[in-house]
């Protein structure tokens, strides 16, 4: 019979380590022995010959020969990242062109990698946010070993980021830093005074007294960008802007100031402004940046909330024209202030992506999640289509209770009636906006919820079909997330 332990006296010889249950890219010799991944029915192992080499796991011998089968644990991904550092992650975002790629799933890393081995773009791998690792029930030492697994496994060392993403809270960025994560989003919202943008003027002047140094630095001041471009701040829209960001400018501070500034940490910082209903304007952005760096803010990426609508698992919804018009000037104070530009809810936005590649000049950072999901469960209407069914319909039921944590503009009714759908179409949903935005906000539900003798109602199903069909999921994602790369990358030089 085939299998690793038949394979361990073969190391070195001419044969298909496949055809024993091991993955070819994960051999790695050391010295005295070497260390690999393979594959058992339901799960993978690291098996490590001559050696534990740090590992714990079930100790074996085959002829003669130390051996060692270790589970995927979290004690045996630190030692992985120990002893392969290509397996841990790195600062990313100095790299041109970036990606996170969140994986809700913790199974999606193999087909993602595929993408970044070909294109001239580099992954976070490891990101997710707090929101997410609540509705799934997973942990950021759950999601950053995921990735360690996956690049052990593909033998992929062009290095990867880990983001703990949308973070509110200072324990949440210390825990998060603490695991290793490479990148922090601070997600600045809950600081924003939105209601500023709509008060009377005379009201927000009482509540938010313009500040001497700011009416000195900006009232009536033009700020020169390249091209041409002239920003003017008056007086209306300093004062506004000023009460809108002050709380965030007062956040970002202190976030930097206790995890980032005497290089503690060896991270990168995001700050995001994007989780609001009110787009950021040019000018908003501009001076946002500007007070950043005149209180020593040091950070790579901001993410502002761009005109029209972002929503979950769809295109872009908006006027194009207005949002490359605004994108050129976004883009130019980025380069004015030297970071990077940061788009999220990047998940399906074809129709800007072209745009936002050349526009950045082919340096940006982009961040995907749910469109994972969604391919995910796209794979389940295609082998299981009974199943799928089961899911569509408890999704309609959650509907109403998830919608509090993603704004959609979903309508129900304009997704088929799935009795009136042969087995064949099921698939089809995946290309209606309504359906795809159904699945995409209850994936936490669909894996979370049990019976009552407590066992999940999907998730085991789904993991072991997934296991079951994960070629076919990794090349659904190589083309999935490959269209998006090629569309970014369109308008843009690059290597590949």
């Excluded at 019979?1 to 006296?9: L, R």
């Excluded at 295609?382 to 503009?409: C, G, N, Q, W």
Aim: hydrophobic share 40%.
């Amino acid at each position: 019979m085939k299998d690793y332990q038949t394979f361990i006296p073969l190391l070195g010889a001419k044969v298909d380590p496949e055809e024993y249950g091991v993955y070819p890219f994960s051999i790695n010799m050391i010295e005295g022995g070497a260390v690999f991944m393979a594959k058992e029915e339901d799960h993978d192992i690291i098996v490590t010959v001559g050696d534990d080499y740090g590992f714990s796991g079930l100790e074996f011998e085959t002829e003669g020969c130390r051996c060692t089968a270790a589970p995927l644990t979290h004690g045996n991904a630190e030692n992985l990242r120990k002893l392969f550092p290509f397996t841990a992650p790195i600062k990313v975002l100095g790299k041109e062109r970036t990606m996170g790629v969140g994986d809700r799933l913790g199974i999606a890393g193999f087909g993602h990698i595929r993408v970044f081995q070909e294109f001239d773009i580099f992954p976070i791998l490891a990101q997710q946010s707090i929101r997410e690792l609540n509705l799934t029930q997973r942990t950021y030492k759950d999601v950053l070993d995921s990735a360690t697994f996956a690049v052990f496994r593909e033998g992929y060392r062009k290095g990867f980021g880990a983001d703990g993403d949308h973070l509110k809270k200072v324990e949440e960025v210390k825990m998060a830093l603490d695991l290793g994560f490479t990148m922090i989003t601070l997600d600045c919202s809950e600081h924003m005074r939105n209601d500023a943008e709509q008060l009377p003027l005379d009201e927000v002047e009482a509540k938010h007294p313009l500040e001497a140094k700011l009416r000195d630095r900006y009232l009536n001041k033009s700020f020169q960008l390249e091209d041409g471009i002239v920003l003017t701040f008056d007086h209306e829209s300093l004062v506004r802007m000023a009460a809108v960001y002050h709380g965030v400018l007062d956040f970002a501070s202190s976030i930097y100031e206790a995890f980032f500034k005497d290089g503690t940490y060896v991270a990168d910082f995001e700050i995001s402004i994007d989780e609001t209903t009110t787009p950021t304007t040019p000018l908003q952005h501009f001076f946002v940046a500007n007070e950043l760096r005149e209180r020593g803010v040091s950070f790579a990426t901001i993410a502002p909330r761009f005109c029209g609508e972002f929503q979950k698992g769809v295109d872009y919804i908006g006027d194009l024209k207005q949002f490359e018009e605004e994108l050129i000037v976004h883009c130019a104070i980025a380069r004015h202030f030297g970071y990077k530009l940061s788009l999220h809810s990047g998940s399906d936005k074809f129709s800007v992506f072209t745009a936002f590649g050349k526009h950045t000049h082919g340096r940006f950072h982009v961040k995907t999640a749910g469109t994972n999901w969604l391919e995910a469960m796209k794979l389940i209407a295609m082998v299981d289509p009974k199943l799928y069914r089961e899911i569509h319909a408890f999704a309609l039921s959650k509907f109403s209770e998830v919608t509090k944590y993603y704004h959609v503009s979903t309508d129900l009714s304009r997704i088929p009636n799935l009795a009136s759908l042969p087995d064949k179409e099921l698939v089809n949903l995946f290309d209606n906006n309504d359906a795809r935005q159904l699945i995409h906000i209850t994936y936490g539900p669909i894996l979370s919820t049990k019976t009552p003798s407590g066992d999940y109602v999907f998730k085991d199903k789904l993991y072991g079909i997934w296991r079951q069909q994960e070629q076919l999921y990794s090349e659904m994602l190589y083309r999935h997330i490959g269209k998006h790369v090629k569309l970014l990358c369109k308008e843009v030089k690059t290597n590949y």
